[in-house]
Every structure is written in C-alpha cells, then in structure tokens.
C-alpha cells in the first residue's frame, strides 16, 4: 500500500493524558499536513511541513499541540493535557508543491484515513 | 480571505437520476477548485480540480464540476446517480496560508452528505 498511512486509527483516552499520532506520507511527496475534523464540519488546516521544515501553523494550534517531522519522512502530532475538545478526527495529508517533470502546481492533497480521538 | 460555502447541508436524489452538489467560493486571484469525497469513518478521496483550461472538468467516478466565473460556482455533477455514491462531499479552494509565507493550502466548506435513495 502506498497511500498515506496513520495510526492509530482510533484512541480513546482520559481527560489530561497526553496522545501522538503518527502519520507516514506517500513516500514521494515533500509535503506532509494536519488537518482536523469535527463532526459536521470540513477538515480544518492545523499546520504543514516542506520536508522536515515546519511552515506554518494554524491559530487553532493551541500550545498544547506539537508536530514534528525529524527526517521529513513520518510525522506525528502530540496533544498534551487532553481536553473534552480535542475530540476529533485528525486528518493527515501530503503532495508535491510541483510536478517533478512538469513543474505545474498540482495542488491535491492525498488523505490518510485519519485517526479519531475521542477524550473523555 | 478565501473561503468555500456549501449552501445545502444534504442533498436526496432517486437512484439514476442526475445529482449536482453546489459549491460557491470566494478568492482572490485564479481559484484553484478541488472536489472530495467522503465516506464514512473515512479519510478524504480526491474527485477532481479545477486548476485552468476547459471550465467542465471531468474526474473519478463519473463525476464532473462546471466552473463558472462569473457566478464563482464549482457545483459538482453526475448524470445518474448511484446508491454507492451516497457520502459526504467537500467543495476546497487553494488559499494562502495565513502568515502570508507564501505558501498553500486548501481551505474546505463544511460539506454535502448526499443520500442516493434505491
């Protein structure tokens, strides 16, 4: 399978533990991104990475979240202090900014099938 | 800012007649349009974009999109609907990320559960 991967796939936990979720992109794309999800919602963007470079991130960051991608391979995405809130699906998704032979823009993005977090 | 708006929250059809799901969207500059779908406890499937060229962009599935300027609509289209079309459909436009970096990414509408009806 070389869609992109995320795990766990669902996790429950308790109010103030600390959860990671790790996401492994489509192994040719430079860049990696978090979305999230509540219900009825669309996909809310929470930050991004060009290779190990983390860009940019959302407002709806808190301080209690942190994203990392050591090697720009594989990403996680810690929550600590978990709250009532935080119940969401997390979305991860990577592209090319650019066609490596074309150079066009290509601008979709490829979807994990998420990891849902429910706190309780 | 750029933004999207999925005016219907759901969208009934009868089995093999023809379904559009509406999108409007508002950005500065060339829109960048994108279609996805989702089923459920799922992640998002890619249907198609609008990026330049021909306004009528055909993608997976059989669905297609009109882009149309001057009424900045992407509504997404089929001419018969399936019962295995039935999931939630998300209308994104590409936007600049909000620091102003430079940088993209899409920014979606709320979506359009769609229930095909046997």
């Known amino acids: 399978d070389t869609g992109v991967s995320q795990d766990p796939r669902h996790k429950i936990t308790k109010r103030g533990q600390n959860v990671t979720f790790r996401c492994d992109p489509i192994?040719?794309?430079?860049?990696l991104y978090w979305y999230r999800q509540t219900l009825g919602q669309g996909p809310e963007f929470l930050t991004y990475?060009?290779?190990?470079?983390?860009?940019?991130k959302s407002r709806l960051l808190s301080d209690r979240f942190s994203a990392e991608r050591p090697k720009g391979s594989f990403s996680t995405l810690e929550i600590q202090r978990t709250e009532q809130g935080d119940s969401a699906m997390y979305l991860c998704?990577?592209?090319?900014?650019?066609?490596?032979?074309?150079?066009?823009?290509?601008?979709?993005?490829?979807f994990g099938e998420g990891s849902r977090l429910t706190v309780l | 800012a750029q933004s999207v708006a999925q005016p219907e929250d759901q969208v009934n059809v009868a089995e093999g007649n023809p379904l559009t799901v509406k999108c409007t969207y508002s950005?500065?500059?060339?829109?960048?349009l994108f279609w996805y779908v989702q089923y459920p406890n799922r992640g998002l499937q890619f249907l198609l974009k609008?990026?330049?060229?021909?306004?009528l962009v055909k993608g997976s599935y059989g669905f297609e999109a009109e882009f149309n300027k001057s009424q900045t609509s992407f509504h997404l289209k089929k001419p018969s609907a399936l019962v295995s079309d039935s999931a939630l459909y998300f209308c994104a436009v590409r936007a600049r990320v909000p620091s102003g970096a430079g940088s993209y990414q899409l920014t979606f509408g709320k979506g359009t559960k769609l229930s095909v009806i046997p």
């Open positions: 950005v500065s500059g060339n829109p960048y």
């Open positions: 990475f060009q290779n190990e470079a983390q860009l940019e």
């Open positions: 609008y990026i330049t060229g021909d306004n």
């Open positions: 998704a990577s592209s090319w900014n650019r066609l490596k032979q074309t150079g066009l823009f290509t601008g979709e993005l490829f």
């Open positions: 192994s040719e794309h430079n860049r």
